[in-house]
Each structure stands twice: as C-alpha cells, then as structure tokens.
C-alpha cells in the first residue's frame, strides 16, 4: 500500500531525460558534523558531536563524515573517542575528510586507525578560478596534486590492512571547473585507485559554490557519468550548497540525472547559505511514494537535537520541520481542510488540500489558527462557535452570521476575538 501516489510524470516519449522520476532513494551521507560543524559561529564540542552522531545513526544513515580530523584537534579526538570507545555500529561507516597533502593524509590515518571500515575522502580544487587565482598553476599541476593524493592515500591504506577501506575523491568547486578537465582529472584518479579491481571508491561532485540553475548542475553530472572511466565501478555522489536556493532541487535533479549519493546535512546548516537539506530532499521522496530509507517520524526530537548541537533554530516555516507548517491560518484552507479529513477513509493514498503529507507521518499534528478578521469565511466563525461555545451552526446560519460578523469586522477592523462572536451571536439569535 502506497501511503503517498507519485507525481503523475510526463509520458516517457515526450521526456527529454530516460528517468523523469526517482524511485529510489540515493545513498545518504550525513556531512552535519563536518561541513555543518565548519560553518557554525561555536564549533560543536565533542559531547555535541556525540550527540549528533548518535541522532544520525538512529535516523538509519549509513555513511556520516564525522570530521577532518588533520585540520582540527577536537575532530582527531571525537574520531579516536567513536573509534576507541566501539560507538560505531557495524553497519555505518564513519567518513572523514582531508586535503591531498601527504602530511595531513598521514594523520588523518591516525585518527583512523582501529576502525573497522572508513572512507577516506580526499579533495583538491579544480575550478579555473582556483586554478589561475589561488594556486597558479596550469590544468597540469592540479591534476597531479590529486593524482599525488590519490596515490598517499591508497599507500597509507596497505598500512592499516585491517580496515576495510573505501576511497573518494571530490574535484573541489567542480560547478566551475571545465568538464573535459574534471573528466580528466577523475579519470587520472581512479588509474591509481582500480575500483575496477575491487578497490571501493566513490566520486563526489560538489556544488562548492551553486552556480546555475539546477537543471545545468543536473547536465554537468550527466555529462560526467558519460564521459568518464570506470563509471560501473564507482558510486557518483553529489554534494550541493544553497547559494541560489536550490540545492535540494539539483540533488533530486542530479539523482535524476545519474548520481548514486547525496550528501547533505539536517535542516540544511553549512557554508554560507548552507548544504543539501537532507531532511527535505528525504521527505519529498516519501510524498512521492518512494521509500527515504531513513526515519524521519520523530521531527521534534531531530529538531531538538539539530538545534541544541548547531545552537541555530529551526525556521517555522522549515518544510516538513517548522512549528508552522502543518497549520492552516486562512478560513478556506481549513475549511477544505476539514472536509478532506472528515471523507478520508483508512488506509485511502493521502489526497488532503493544503496538506502535502499526513503531520502525524513526521510527529505532527494539523492545528487550525484561526483568527477572524473581514477576510474569513463561513468555516472559521462556525469552528470558533463550535470550539468554544459548542454551539453548532446550520450551514445556512453559518453563511448569515458570517455576513454579520464580518461587518463588524469592517467597522472595528483588526481581528475579531472569540468572546465578540459569542456577544454578537447572542444579540442576534438569542435575545428575546
Ligand atoms: O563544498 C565542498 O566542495 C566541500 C568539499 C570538501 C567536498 O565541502
Ligand atoms: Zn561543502
């Protein structure tokens, strides 16, 4: 039983790409406590880290990069503490970042060692502004630090053979860097790595900076999983920022377009306008009937944890997450509101006005606001009677008395409170 029916797609011969839906959830990864934490004002302690950690994994994510512990000392010692105090489930693999430096990689294997499987992600800029302005050099000379990374990391895994590894590699800033030279440097990274030859790897593409429309992001990913080696041997990931608002739409787009994984963070904390928000791209896929794979039905508690960790608070009108989304302030959307869920019968796919997905999936609850001013209708001045007199209105007095109230609404202006309707209901039909 689908809960939720999928957007009626366009018929597949007029579609432009093969797969204009997903039916599938990508693979997740939770960057919260690396590119999330990298963005706060507070650094998080390593006791919000834990805290954090321990709410992803309860959520079912199964990939979660839990720092870059060669940059920073309280990210070294959260990564030991996970390792040494066994708080890593058998299922979840941690992933931490690094430069391709060759000191910075080797002490990110310390950070590392003991674990039973990581992934080691290792980044290098790309794009032809960082090429030219930040590290002077030609294609050349950045593709060779990469292909040098690739081969520190892959020589530091063999000294740490009981540990099952996985690579990545992410072409830092690719949304501005030359499709033929990501293709090339990836190319030239997976020749040391081998995914053909059962090494794991995965390349991540990120949006470092969003900077077309999703649709163009969505093209760059399809051209890249065209026109590289190996493709069947690797996941494509994605890893989008917000800068246009749009980094939940060029992940689904990019899914769409080939990639295997997401990353992301909950609610979207990160750089400047923030990452993927995990929470939404994941609910948009439920409302379309497409299984998440992480469980999200318990918002308030992940609201709780985001907000105590990142000490920044939920936006009541967050999607799917905010105080204020599940509620109807305007007296027609309740009143369709309230006839939907009065004809809907149990286990019926969720087809309500206004309400995008069933509250009580994420925790929730519909709340009515109901305030009456001159612009309400005949539903919200008989709910108030109804809710706080119990007095039941015939459909035809609801029409007449709304006419009434909302006169004195026009005389009075602002809002009419719900002693004032009782007064005025009383005056005119219960008076003798
Ligand atoms: O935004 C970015 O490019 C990153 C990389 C290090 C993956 O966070
Ligand atoms: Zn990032």
Redesign the pocket.
């Known amino acids: 039983h689908r809960k939720y029916a999928p957007f009626k797609p366009i018929a597949k011969k007029d579609r432009r790409w093969p797969d204009q839906t997903i039916d599938k959830a990508p693979d997740w990864c939770a ?1 919260d406590l690396r ?1 999330g934490n990298q963005a706060l004002v507070k650094p998080m302690t390593v006791a919000q880290k834990q805290r954090l950690f321990d709410l992803l994994v309860k959520l079912g994510f199964k990939e979660i990069e839990i720092g870059f512990p060669a940059a920073s000392q309280p990210d070294f010692d959260f990564c030991r503490k996970l390792i040494e105090e066994d708080r890593i489930p058998g299922d979840v693999k941690i992933q931490v ?1 690094t430069q391709a430096r060759p000191e910075l990689i080797e002490r990110t294997y310390e950070a590392l060692a003991g674990a039973k499987q990581a992934i080691v ?1 290792v ?1 290098n800029s790309t794009s032809t502004v960082q090429r030219e302005q930040v590290f002077g050099l030609d294609r050349a000379g950045i593709r060779d630090i990469a292909i040098r990374g690739a081969k520190v990391v892959q020589d530091f895994a063999a000294k740490y053979p009981d540990t099952d590894w996985s690579f990545q590699y ?1 072409p ?3 949304t501005g860097t030359e499709l033929d030279f990501a293709a090339e440097v990836i190319d030239a990274v997976n020749d040391v790595w081998r995914p053909d030859q059962g090494q794991k790897v995965i390349i ?1 593409l ?3 900076v969003e900077m077309a429309m999703p649709n163009v992001f969505a093209d760059q990913v399809e051209w890249i999983c065209d026109n590289i080696r190996y493709r069947d041997d690797i996941r494509i990931s994605l ?1 989008t ?1 917000n800068d246009r608002g749009c980094a939940v739409a060029a992940a689904e787009l990019g899914v769409m377009a080939g990639a295997d994984r997401i ?1 992301g963070t909950l609610m979207g904390n990160g ?1 400047r306008t923030g990452n993927m928000d995990l929470v939404t791209m994941a609910m948009n896929l439920y409302s379309q009937g497409v299984d998440p794979e992480v469980d999200l039905s318990g918002m308030a508690e992940i609201t709780e944890v985001v907000e105590a960790c990142t000490e920044i608070s939920t936006h009541p009108r967050h999607p799917y997450a905010g105080e204020l989304v599940f509620t109807a302030f305007s007296g027609s959307h309740q009143d369709a509101i309230r006839k939907c869920l009065a004809r809907r019968k149990e286990g019926e796919t969720w087809n309500v006005a206004y309400l995008p997905i069933d509250p009580s999936d994420v925790g929730r609850r519909y709340e009515e606001v109901v305030r009456i001013n001159s612009q309400s209708g005949k539903g919200g001045v008989a709910y108030v009677l109804e809710r706080d007199y119990r007095i039941t209105l015939p459909r035809w007095l609801q029409i007449e008395f709304a006419k009434v109230v909302q006169r004195e609404a026009e005389t009075n202006g602002g809002e009419i409170d719900s002693d004032t309707i009782h007064r005025l209901f009383e005056e005119r039909y219960l008076k003798v």
Do not use: C, I, M, Q
Request: hydrophobic share 25%.
């Open positions: 960057v590119d970042l992600h980044y992410s830092e800033s690719f991540n990120p949006a470092t890893h920022h990353e750089e």
